[in-house]
């Protein structure tokens, strides 16, 4: 693919596969069935998926597959996409400029969260910094109605993360990077809140104001960090994990 596409695309396909290993090293994919994406700049709001047959450590930026805004493939492929993904990630796409990249994933904790009547409570710093940024869809069923794409837009609003009631965690981000890293943090700040609960009854809350001034602090602060720091960082782990992703 390499040569076939824009330098632009190819920048995006390559930091979009390196996500989807680093989902993988970290234990987050749940076999094929969640997804992770990134819009193409252009008029046609066309966006990668991945393919549906491949586990995420098998993604490359060549194998990514690019769609319009029917879930219909741009170019020829061997692959298939899910249903599901295209119904979720076109939707945030279509209504959201600045969503260039969406992830999604079933983690147990994530899930656990996501059911909990409460959400993500402010237990941890991680989950104090995201917290404020942070919005709930009910469930419907699994994904394939394309009705439910306007519920989910309004669902989501201007936030820049989602629990999905009963599902599990999604992120938008302006590039790969900063989506990834929100995601990391919501995903981190779920996995405490199993464990915190699990530990006993006595929780130690934060003082009064504590959770909006991190809030605050996390609306500036993790954008920066994703950008400049915690990205590059990744895509490095990912190259000395298995450059093949880049190919």
């Known amino acids: 693919m390499k040569g076939k596409v824009s330098d632009e695309e190819w920048a995006i396909r390559v930091d ?25 700049p252009g008029p046609e709001h066309h966006f990668l998926l991945n393919p549906y047959q491949l586990m995420f450590e098998e993604v490359t930026a060549s194998s990514l597959v690019k769609v319009d805004v029917h879930g219909n493939p741009v170019e020829p492929t061997p692959f298939i996409t899910n249903p599901a993904g295209f119904t979720i990630h076109s939707a945030v796409h279509m209504a959201r400029e600045d969503a260039h990249a969406v992830m999604h994933l079933h983690t147990p904790a994530g899930q656990a969260v996501s059911a909990h009547e409460e959400g993500l409570l402010p237990l941890t710093q991680t989950a104090m910094l995201v917290r404020g940024d942070l919005a709930f869809h009910d469930y419907e069923g699994v994904a394939v109605d394309l009705d439910e794409r306007e519920r989910i837009v309004a669902d989501l609003g201007t936030k820049g993360a989602m629990l999905l009631r009963n599902h599990g965690t999604l992120a938008v981000g302006a590039n790969v990077g900063e989506c990834f890293v929100k995601l990391y943090f919501l995903e981190r700040a779920c996995q405490a809140q199993i464990m915190a609960l699990s530990a006993g009854e006595h929780i130690n809350r934060p003082p009064q104001g504590a959770a909006e001034q991190a809030a605050e602090q996390g609306a500036v602060g993790l954008t920066m960090a994703a950008n400049l720091l915690a990205w590059p960082a990744l895509k490095r ?4 994990l298995d450059p093949s992703f880049a190919t």
């Not at 782990?237 to 000395?240: D, E, T």
């Open 16 to 40: 979009l596969a390196a996500a989807y290993r680093l989902v993988a090293h970290f234990g987050w994919d749940d076999l094929i069935f969640t997804h992770l994406s990134a819009r193409i």
């Open 237 to 240: 782990k990912a190259y000395r």
